[in-house]
């Protein structure tokens, strides 16, 4: 899908994004990969940044102090994906890993233990799941997807419930999916927090109930006061009602985010 370059977010979202581009070096802009900078496609593995996103996500990183994607992806499917987006800061399984100076891929503390727990679970998966159904292994984190087989739900959530149980890891429910990962007190709260300590504006953009935790920490540096925040839900015909009532501002999909990174990069090129 093109995005015409003159596309602009309605009159109340503006409102609430022009604070953000008052003083861009003291802003940082966070935002989701998938449902909010990606459509949400029926095989998650040939997904794809809208056309145009890179080049945006270029102009905000020279502009602004902080550009970051935090995703539940890898860090380096993020990196393959969003090649060409020089600057900006990369941060991969709800915060699990991140890219370092110099490209490597860094893990938070006690993560690596897990990873054979994970392929445990992935491998059992892979013999059980039916056709259409993708088990994505991602190293610390295995994501089942059964999108493609809708009527294989039940059993889904049944046998993960049980590798929950069995394993230690936590099952966490997306976008026709269950993910498990280690539990580690570490999610896009923590991560959002980590990175945005000292800016005194702070947008996020997501889509999915993996993003609740990073509006909730903006809620909470927004509560603590001195700090100007924005959350951001690209909301679709299936995206849970939960994200858009936890967001200052809903808008239409990837689509609608793209607009509104467009029109953050144009604002700080006149500021």
């Known amino acids: ?9 309605d009159p109340a979202v503006l409102a609430r994004l022009a604070p953000l581009a008052a003083a861009p ?15 949400i496609v029926d095989d998650p593995a040939t997904v794809w940044a ?3 996103t890179i080049e945006v996500l270029g102009r905000l990183a020279a502009a602004y102090g902080l550009v970051a994607v935090v995703s539940g992806r890898p860090v380096s499917f993020l990196a393959d994906r969003l090649a060409g987006a020089r600057g900006v800061h990369l941060v ?24 054979p727990v994970v392929a445990g679970v992935a491998e059992r998966m892979h013999e059980v799941a039916p056709e259409g159904v993708w088990v994505e292994p991602k190293g610390l984190t295995v994501t089942v997807h059964w999108r493609m087989a809708p009527g294989w739900e039940d059993e889904a959530v049944a046998l993960l419930t049980a590798e929950a149980a069995a394993t230690g890891l936590e ?12 539990p580690l007190d570490v ?8 990175l945005v300590g000292g800016f005194r504006a702070v947008c996020f953009l ?3 109930l993996g993003d609740l935790p990073a ?23 299936e995206a849970a009602p939960e994200v858009e009532a936890a967001a200052t501002v809903a808008v239409p999909g990837p689509a609608g985010a793209l607009a509104v990174l467009r029109w953050l990069a144009d604002a700080a090129d006149g500021a």
């Open 50 to 52: 809208l056309p145009g």
């Open 25 to 39: 070096r003291s802003t940082a802009l966070l935002t989701d990969f998938d449902g909010t900078l990606a459509p």
């Open 1 to 9: 899908m093109t995005i015409p370059s003159d596309a602009r977010p």
């Open 92 to 115: 991969g399984l709800y915060g699990l890993e991140q890219l370092a100076v110099g490209g490597a891929v860094v893990p938070v503390a006690d993560a690596e233990r897990w990873r």
């Open 215 to 237: 509006f909730a920490a903006l809620d909470r540096l927004a509560s603590e006061g001195g700090v100007g925040t924005v959350t951001v839900a690209a909301v679709d015909a």
């Open 206 to 208: 997501g889509d999915d």
């Open 171 to 182: 099952p966490h429910p997306g976008r026709m999916s269950i993910e498990l990962r280690p």
């Open 187 to 194: 999610d896009k709260g923590t991560a959002v927090t980590a």
